[in-house]
């Protein structure tokens, strides 16, 4: 396989990720987007996770994009919801413009508040084609509100996600933001294209009652699996990871 380093440009931010092309003579291929959730610590440049679970859906057969939502990693800007949104529209743009890319086949897979972020564009883009969410809240109502937003907002200047000083210029509108996306008011328009929601048993921060109220009002097709023994953070779960895999191969290549 071969990757390429590409920047998204967004709202004037430059976005910096990666695409993994598998090594075939069959294109073009179809397509997937890994999106991280919201960050939980300081940016770990040494940390190559992402690039190891796209060589993994790549060695399947997906030409497998990854990258940095605003405010994360080396990606300019700060953590936004809503801008979090035109970032992942952007990247399927990018995508949808590639030669290699079979278009019919492009699939989301995303974690956690990149989980929530691929509901929500997935029901409004019908350009994707399949969707997998690992530890997807259904809402945000646990974030706490504008009065009590202050320790929120200082805890993501604290790990880099939020740089700007005058940032948010209004807290109000940012929380919205939140509550715009919540899963549970867009899961339904994913059908009639195949949904998967993985969720950890134990997950202590998205409570797995979260995926029940998703896959309740989901719309078929759709399968709920809860990993016994798995917490939040699944893309280091293997077994997270195999589920997912095999599930991409039965929905996208048969």
């Known amino acids: 396989m071969k990757k390429r380093d590409i920047n ?16 075939t003579e069959k294109l073009p291929c179809p397509a997937l987007i890994l999106c991280h959730g919201i960050p939980a610590k300081k940016h770990d440049p040494t940390e190559r996770g992402y690039e190891a679970l796209a060589e993994r859906f790549c060695g399947i057969g997906f030409v497998t994009m990854f990258f940095n939502f605003r405010g994360a990693g080396l990606a300019q800007g700060n953590m936004d919801m809503l801008g979090w949104t035109r970032d992942l529209k952007a990247a399927i743009d990018f995508l949808y413009d590639l030669d290699e890319v079979d278009k019919s086949r492009l699939c ?57 000083a005058d940032f948010p210029a209004s807290v109000e509108e940012w ?7 919540s899963p549970a008011k867009w899961i339904d328009r994913i059908s009639p294209r195949p949904l998967l929601l993985v969720h950890g048993a134990l997950d202590d921060i998205v409570p797995a009652a979260h995926a029940h109220k998703l896959y309740e009002r989901a719309k078929d097709p759709k399968e709920l699996i809860i990993l016994p023994g798995a917490e939040h953070r699944l893309r280091v779960e293997e077994k997270a990871i195999t589920t997912a895999l095999d599930w991409f191969r039965i929905s996208t290549f048969n």
């Open 108 to 164: 989301l897979l995303g974690s956690s508040g990149g989980g929530a972020v691929s509901v929500y564009v997935a029901a409004n883009d019908h350009r994707v084609s399949s969707l997998v969410t690992f530890a997807c809240p259904a809402d945000f109502t646990f974030l706490p509100s504008e009065e009590y937003s202050k320790a929120l907002i200082d805890r993501f200047r604290s790990i880099g996600i939020i740089r700007d």
């Open 8 to 23: 998204l440009g967004v709202d004037g931010l430059s976005l910096p990720g990666e695409i993994h092309f598998p090594k």
């Open 175 to 181: 929380l919205r933001g939140f509550s715009t996306i």
